[in-house]
Each structure stands twice: as structure tokens, then as C-alpha cells.
């Protein structure tokens, strides 16, 4: 179990942040570039020491000014993910692996096969000779995670281990991640800006806004009620259940069905579906989009520049459009509209 | 696996923008043509000969070893310097990093005369070293590697101090994460990264220190087989026979080139 | 109209100029009052000889000034064959002169001065260095000139002759220095026990060292060989400049850096 208070100052910003990642539980530190959420990881790593406060991993203080106590990066037993990997470029995939083994001075033809055995695990036995250079991203990502997690740490941290990948494989890649931090037991950290990433990787959220920690709990109780505008419109994303009932298509529990882009990770999906992904017409629309259903208008409310319009009907859900195109379409409480929304922008993963 | 998204089919090099060929050009020609005139004037039949003469063969493996010499040593204390001015702050480095580079702006000859002031026999150091050991580095082959360096480390740091700047030093964060000590660090990742330059400054210090004539002269002296390295003997044979001298230049550039190209194509080109 | 002078003139002042940098003015007359400059090649060891008898010629010669360029004996003969601007030379020894005179370079070589070499040590001699025998001790840190150069092959002649190095192989030297004024630099330092040069240099160095006599009958006499060079841009000064070297007044200038006469 992580227990963390971090104060620390990183030029203007002075951050304030009180944490706990509990035994086999993933945590998700979310808030926009600029909240301190990668010096809060660096600093819980011991890459940056805290200028107060004190930071604990199952019983064992790691840094704690007021007793000068300090525990060296390399003896902490975190693993680390990193936002672009930083996997080392001249060695092979397989010796990216059996780095952290060799440093704690197992024998190279020991942490050759441990490490071998952890490529196995994550699919990656194809590639172990390979440079990193030559890694796809998902690759990438999964020899950075068997690196971090070789070393048998009880912490895993992730930084932003989603923002290198294009959106095509993204999708793919951040339900085999969802998959593997599962079979990890220790506590993981995982450092976002994006909700859909935090919505589907976590069991817990922290926001962090400005250094300060705004609201923390489960998707369920973030999304119902959103303690901060940036919170409301960080997790004012839609999550609805299904099941599969095709390869691509999600019956719904109103019965409504679905098609999304890709192949279904489970029988039993949930999907993400961000609010400015809806698009509302006053006549049932023709034409590309494959999911549309009709539906009533139950809420009209409006956020700055934008309106969120929240739906009742098949698919409950809210869309986020322009004040103009609510005046075109003239809602109101009532309104009957139809709804549609692409095949893609409907994330799947598995409940 | 999947296809990956960039292979849209690019030019094999970069089209040169407006006049950078022809200054380029000009570029080569000034130091090309200087060699080809020196080729012109170069006395082929007796090559052969002035090569295989004891003062040229004693003075091009002197040269040869101790150019290595004050490569290596220059290897050992530079490139920690280098990583302590690339990674750390304390007071003093912007000096420390000029200091550095003073020995590229001195006239060598004067370099020289300052190493014989802090390390000759009657030097600062050198002076209560000789009385208590009798070790003595003017006159000696020591003295012409300590020349060598002198000149041609301050190459070697600037150079890997600049590649360890540009080095994303995340990746030593990523070691330490691993469990990676210090020295594991440094070794594993830090000089791996920086390998190119360590090469690039390495040859650089080496090429200067083949070629090194002034501070070798005034402080280690000029004695065949202990202290006169090629340039040297190159100075002297212009006083008495052009062409000899023309030949024995021929002979250092010949062996620079023999020891640079590989290297320049292994680890500097492509 | 008025003009005209003014153009003439300008026309003129191009036309010396050019000559004067092109080297191929032979004849060309600078003409009384107008200003005119003539490049003196010397040997290293009359730098500052050369210096106050260039400036004591300017005195004496309004209108002309001097400018001594010195260096290595071999390397100004380089550069004359090379067909570098000048109008004297003045190298160390003969060598050297008799090369430019067989080039056709230069015309009429007066000897002007006269050197000996002289064993100079530091200050205080603290190796207790005595004579020419002193130089086959290997514990002394000894140099001489390289003997590609004229002190360089002075010294070894001088120490055969005195019988210190037989076949002139002279093993206890530590090195053999480019120039004079480099060995004297490692003498001045202390870095070196002992030296052989000319007793000029000796002079020259001041407090820093002490000459030690070395005996007549070992000694050699060196003569310095002056001439005007044939492709002197200005001739007529060229030889003004050798006359006043040879005269009483440039004389006693050279005695003063104790240089003899031939």
C-alpha cells in the first residue's frame, strides 16, 4: 500500500498532494498537462525528493524531510512506465527486460531466461532480439511494462502509458494493458490526461487540478457528481453496458444494439462514449453513421460555449453541441430528436 | 505485425536549398586544394625510402603512441569532466568550462612553456616532485603525452559535454527505477548514449594530438626515439630538405586517414 | 581642369604602390620625399640588433623606414626562393646565403659581423657545469640545437673538436631544440643544466643566465653574411641599409649586442 503526502515546489507551480494506492488497486492521478501530475510520479519514484510531507510503501518510509530520510530511487521497489518508454535504444528487447535483473546482480544467463519468460507473459517472445527502434508502440509498451514489472516490484507507476500511440492502435493497446495490469498484484499509479484512459484502466480517480487534489473516488461517484468544472468535463464522458452480440455489435440493456469499429474484447463490454462524439438532427439521419436512435431531450444545460444536452430514451447518454445548433434544432425539455454517433468513436473494453 | 504509419516514400537525401551547394563546394575545394598542390610537389620515387628511414619510423611510432596515449588519458578524466559539467550545477562551472577551452585559443608554444612552469624540474608541481622522486616529465616520452593532452583534451570534453547535454537524461531516470547503481548507470547507459560523441571527441583529441608541435617541442623536447614525434621531425627536415619533409607529411597523413576512416564510417557517417 | 593634377597624382601613387607590392619595381624610383619602406630578412639571433639598427638608419634616413622580419635562417631562404618580397638578407651563416647567391637571389655578400658560441647555463650554474667535458655526463640534463640548423651543427663540430663526443654522436643530450631561442627557454626555466649557443644570445638573455667561455682553439667563429636581394622592390634603399650596417655607427650598434667584427 502506497501512503503519500508530497509537497513540493517545481517553479511556479507548489504541489500539494495526499495519496493512497491500496493493495492490487489502480489508481488513476487525472488532471491536464500542467497539474504536477509527473512530478507527483517522479517524486513517489524518488527522482525528485519532496521538499515536505512523506511518502510511505507498505510500511516502509521512502522519503520523509522532517527525518532527513531518504531511500535512493534504485532501492525503491517501484517499477516505472514511462510516457514514451525510454526504452534503451542499443539493447534488445530481451536485455531491456533483464536490466533491472542484472542490476540486482542476478547472473546474465538467469535474468536472460526470467526475462525471456516475462516476454512469453506479455506476447512479446517473437520480438526479444529486437531493438527498440524497430518495436511497433503497442510492442513498445508491453517491453516497457515487462521491464518495470521483471524487477518484482510493489508498485507499479505508469506515465501517460497510452499518450505515444496513434489512435488506431490505442484502442487495442489499452485493453491488452487493462488486461495485463490485472494480473499484477501490487498498487498502481497510473498519471492521465485523458478520462477514457483513467474510465477504463482504474478502479479509483484522483483529480488534480493547479498542484491541488479536487476529487476522489469511483467513476461511478466522479462522473455522477463532477466536484470541478474540469472534473465535469473530464469524466462527462458516457459509459454504457452491454453484452456482445455479434463481433462488433453491443446489445444494449434497453436492447438497443450498437456497432463499434473494433472486435469485441469479451462477452461483457462496457463503452465510452465522450459526449461531443453525439450528433443530433431533427429528422432520422441517412447516410454514414450506423448508430442512431431516436430519443427525448430531458435537460438543456448550458456550459460557457458550449450546451449539454442530456438525452432519455435507448441510449442514455449526454451530447455536448453548440449553442448555435441549439437554436437550430430548437430544444428544449421534451424535444423529440434523434441521436447518431460513429462506429469509432465507441471505445469498448472489457467490464 | 501491423504496418507502420510514416512509409510514404521520401527522396533518398535532402535537395540542397538555393547556393548552399556551391558554398559548400567551396568549402572543399579550399581545403582540397591546398593537399593537391602538396601532392603535386611530393617526391613519389623517393617515398618508399624516406619511410624506412630510422628517424621517420622511430618518429611515427612515438607519435602513434603517444597520440593514443593522451587519447586514453584524455578518455579517462574528460569524459567525467564532461559529465560533470553536463549534469551538475555548482559554483564555478562557467569558469571551469572556459578554463577548459583555454588551452584551444593558446599558441601552443606558449601552453607549452606553461606546462614546463608547473611541471618541469624547476615547476610549481614538477619541482618537489623531482626533488622527492627524481621523476622528471620534460625530455621524456611521459612529457610529450602530457604535451598531447594538454592541447587536445579540451576537444574531447567540449565535444562529449555537448552530447551528454543533448542526451535525454530520462533514460538514467528509467535505470535508476531498475535498480541501477550509479557506476551502473554511467556505464550501461549514460556512455552508451553518449557514444557517438565520446567517438567524435575521441578522434578529434586524437588528431590534434597527432599533429601537435608546439607545446610537445617547448616543453618535452626534440630527441629521436625518445621525444621527436612526427611533426617535429617534419619541422626539421624543412630546414635542410623540402622534399623530405613534403614526403614525411605524406606519411602522417596517410596513417590519420588509415586510423580515421573506418572509424568515420562505422560511427560518424552512415 | 583643375582636376587634373590631383588625377595625376592618384595615377601615380597607384602605379608605386603596385610596383612596391608586386615585387617588380626593379628600377622603379621611389623618388627623394616620397616615403618608401624596404623588408630586411635577418636571422633570429640579429632580432634585436637589427631592431635598433633599423631604428638608428630611420634616424639617419629620412624618408625610409625598415621593417625587420626575422625568423630561422632556412626558413627566410625558403621563403626568398619561394619568391616572397625583400630587400636585404641577413641570415646566420653561410649556408644559407650561398644558396640564395647560387639562386641569383642576391649579389655581393659582405660579411658584417662576427659570432663565437658560448655554454650558457642557468643562473647560479647549480649543476656546477665547467667546460665542454661536461657534455658527455648523462646524469646533466643537456641540449643543443638540432643539427639541422646552423647552431645546431656549430655545437657538434665545437664539441668533436674538443674531443668530448668522438664521430660527433653526442648520446648524453636530452634533446635537440629547433632553434636557438627555444633551447634558451628551456636554460632560462632550469629545465635543461646546460646549453650550447651563441654568445650573442648569452648577452641577450640577461640575469636569467651565465656564459661559460669555451676555449678558442675548440671555438668557431661564425661570420654574418649580408647582401641585397636582387628582387628588392627598392634597391637604392636596400643598399643604404647594407652600407649603414657596415659602417662605423651600425657597427658600434652590433658591438653593443655582442657581436665582433669579421
Sequence with gaps: ?351 | MKPRVGQRRRPRSARAPWLIGPLAALAVAYIAVPFVALLQRAPWTNLGEAVRQPVVTDALRLSLVTAFAATGFSLLVGIPLAWVLARTRFPGRSATRALITLPMVLPPVVGGAALLFAFGRQGMLGGPVATATGFLLPFSVWGVVAANTFVAMPFLVVTVEAGLRAADARYEDAAATLGASRGMIFWRVTVPHAAPSIIAGAVLCWARALGEFGATVTFAGNLQGRTQTMPLAVFLALETDREAAIALSLVLIAVSLAVLLPLRDRWLGT | MRRRPQVAAAVATVVVMALAISGCGRGADAGAGVESRITVLAAASLTDAFSDVATAFEAATPGLTVEVNSGASSSLREQILAGAPGDVFAPADNANMAAVVKAGAAVDPADFVANELQIVVPAGNSAGVTGLADFADADLLLGLCAEEVPCGQLARRVLATAGVTPGGLAPAIDTNEPDVRSLLTKVEAGELDAGIVYRTDVLAAGDAVEGIDIPADANVAVTYAIAALTGAANPEGAAAFVAFVLSDEGQAILASFGFRTP
Design chain 1, 1 to 351: 500500500m502506497l501512503s503519500a503526502v508530497i509537497e513540493v515546489a517545481v517553479g511556479n507551480l507548489r504541489l500539494e498532494v495526499d495519496l493512497e494506492v491500496d493493495e492490487g488497486e489502480v489508481v488513476a492521478l487525472l488532471g491536464p498537462n500542467g497539474a504536477g501530475k509527473t512530478t507527483a510520479l517522479r517524486a513517489i519514484a524518488g527522482l525528485r525528493p519532496i521538499d515536505d510531507g512523506r511518502i510511505e510503501l507498505d510500511g516502509c518510509v521512502l522519503d520523509h524531510p522532517a527525518t532527513a530520510t531518504f531511500v535512493a530511487t534504485s532501492r525503491r521497489p517501484i517499477g516505472v512506465v514511462f510516457q514514451d518508454y525510454l526504452l534503451f535504444p542499443r539493447l534488445s528487447a530481451l536485455d531491456n527486460v533483464a536490466f533491472g535483473l542484472r542490476a540486482r546482480g542476478r547472473p546474465r544467463a538467469d535474468a536472460r531466461a526470467e526475462a525471456q519468460r516475462w516476454l512469453d507473459r506479455l506476447g512479446l517472445a517473437d520480438v526479444a532480439g529486437a531493438r527498440p527502434r524497430s518495436l511497433s508502440g503497442g510492442q513498445a509498451q508491453r517491453v516497457a511494462l515487462a521491464r518495470a514489472l521483471a524487477t518484482d516490484p510493489r508498485l507499479l507507476l505508469l506515465d501517460e502509458p497510452l499518450a505515444a500511440l496513434d489512435a488506431g492502435t490505442r484502442l487495442w493497446v489499452r485493453t491488452e494493458l487493462r488486461r495485463h495490469l490485472a494480473t499484477f498484484d501490487g498498487a498502481r499509479l497510473l498519471v492521465t490526461h485523458d478520462p477514457v484512459d483513467a474510465l477504463v484502466l482504474a478502479d479509483r480517480l484522483v483529480i488534480l487540478e493547479d498542484g491541488r487534489i479536487t476529487q476522489t473516488g469511483v467513476p461511478a461517484e466522479v462522473t455522477a457528481r463532477p466536484a470541478s468544472r474540469y472534473a465535469a468535463q473530464l469524466v462527462g464522458i458516457n459509459l454504457l453496458h452491454g453484452v456482445a452480440a455479434g463481433e462488433r455489435t453491443v446489445r444494449l440493456g434497453t436492447g438497443t444494439e450498437l456497432t463499434v469499429a473494433d472486435p469485441l474484447p469479451g462477452p461483457e463490454v462496457a463503452i465510452a462514449l465522450r459526449p461531443q462524439a453525439i450528433a443530433l438532427h431533427r429528422h432520422r439521419p441517412d447516410g454514414s453513421p450506423r448508430n442512431s436512435w431516436a430519443a427525448t431531450v430531458s435537460e438543456v444545460e448550458a456550459d460557457r460555449d458550449r450546451v449539454r444536452v442530456t438525452l432519455a430514451g435507448p441510449v442514455p447518454a449526454t451530447a455536448e453541441i453548440t449553442p448555435a445548433a441549439v437554436a437550430e434544432l430548437d430544444l428544449v425539455a421534451g424535444t423529440p430528436v434523434w441521436a447518431s454517433v460513429k462506429a469509432v468513436d465507441l471505445t469498448t473494453y472489457q467490464r
